[in-house]
């Protein structure tokens, strides 16, 4: 297919730069494909579009404090984006202004409080560092807690230097599953759930399952081929445990749904199922990339927000979907008002 198809006209305002709050005010696009028939309500009503019996599976990954802000010894302003830890103080990483640094130079980072040496550039122009803490020695991950920033998608606009919402975004850019270090952007179908929607959520009978997926640097790159047959997704790191495994082929006996929170659950679980949908536990690697012809059989159901054009994660809501048919809800999310992207609201579709 083309990338093209994927393509949609979103104004501006349409983008949400911070937030609802509460998380669970932010509104819900509740579609069922069956009878092509769409409800807006608000994703704190999840309890009345849910029925008991009902499985939502969602990501547990925790973002990493990984952006970096520094300068070089000559005073230039220098950007970190730490990817993957690949041993004690080693990471893999994004650096910018990319084509002035060199192998060998130290970037003082945050003030000082961490210091990178640049060991290598790899193939796909992402460095290998040495990441030091104040002592001399490898920094650890409560240091770069401390003094990093959350990875935000540039379109929240927020800037270099400080900013109020700092902070804040370090508590709003966190899903309330959060617990596995390790990604570079949040799973954001999560980010609207609160403790107070998950326990109406359980006393209603839906339960919950966690997987891992840490996502990686593939979010921020964005598609550049013509023809999706043509793109490579970058493997991301995950892991579908047993209780989450037994938790999912529990609720296909039972005559449930299993509901898919974001594109990321998505893809850890058609990435772990079996022939017949069964999910089985595993962990590793995956660059699965999901497309409208794509046989998914191990979601009944996906919640999810409203995603970047030609982006990756919009074509997997088309696979899920139908293209067509979601860039119509596209078309009357944003007649309506909705709002787009991270900290955007979301959309339910229901088999």
């Not at 069922?32 to 029925?51: E, G, K, M, Q, Y």
């Not at 893999?92 to 202004?97: F, G, I, S, V």
């Not at 979301?346 to 088999?351: D, G, R």
Request: hydrophobic share 40%.
């Amino acid at each position: 297919m083309k990338v093209s198809d994927f393509d949609y006209e979103l104004p501006p305002g349409r983008i949400a730069l911070e937030p609802a709050r509460p998380r669970d005010s932010a509104r819900l696009l509740v579609h069922s494909i069956a009878n092509d028939s769409t409800r807006h309500l608000l994703v704190r009503d999840l309890p009345s579009v849910l029925a008991p019996g009902d499985l939502l599976v969602v990501n547990d990954t925790r973002v990493r404090a990984a952006r970096l802000l520094g300068s070089r010894a000559s005073g230039g302003q220098v950007e970190v984006l730490l990817l993957e830890r690949e041993a004690a103080g080693t990471w893999r990483a994004l650096a910018r202004p990319a084509s002035r640094l060199r192998p060998g130079e130290e970037i003082a980072l945050e003030g000082g409080a961490l210091t990178a040496r640049l060991l290598a550039r790899g193939p796909a122009g992402e460095w290998r560092l040495e990441l030091c803490g104040a002592a001399g020695g490898p920094a650890g991950e409560a240091e770069i807690e401390r003094h990093g920033r959350m990875p935000l998608p540039p379109y929240l606009g927020r800037p270099r230097g400080e900013d109020p919402r700092r902070e804040l975004d370090r508590e709003s850019y966190q899903t309330v599953f959060a617990r596995e270090h390790g990604a570079v952007a949040a799973p954001t179908a999560g980010l609207h759930f609160t403790p107070e929607l998950v326990a109406r959520l359980e006393s209603r009978g839906v339960s919950f399952a966690r997987v891992t997926l840490h996502v990686g640097e593939g979010t921020f790159r964005p598609v550049t081929v013509d023809d999706t047959d043509e793109h490579r997704m970058h493997a991301e790191r995950y892991e579908l445990g047993e209780d989450a495994a037994r938790a999912v082929n529990a609720c296909r006996a039972r005559g449930g749904r299993v509901v898919g929170v974001g594109t990321t659950s998505v893809r850890v679980l058609e990435t772990c199922a079996g022939d017949s949908g069964s999910a089985r536990a595993q962990r590793g690697e995956t660059s699965l990339f999901l497309v409208p012809g794509a046989r998914l059989g191990a979601v009944d159901a996906l919640l999810t927000n409203f995603h970047l054009p030609r982006s990756t994660l919009l074509m997997l809501v088309a696979a899920f979907a139908g293209r067509e048919r979601v860039l119509r809800l596209y078309a009357e999310a944003i007649e309506r008002g909705y709002r787009f992207y991270s900290y955007g609201d979301a959309m339910l579709l229901l088999p």
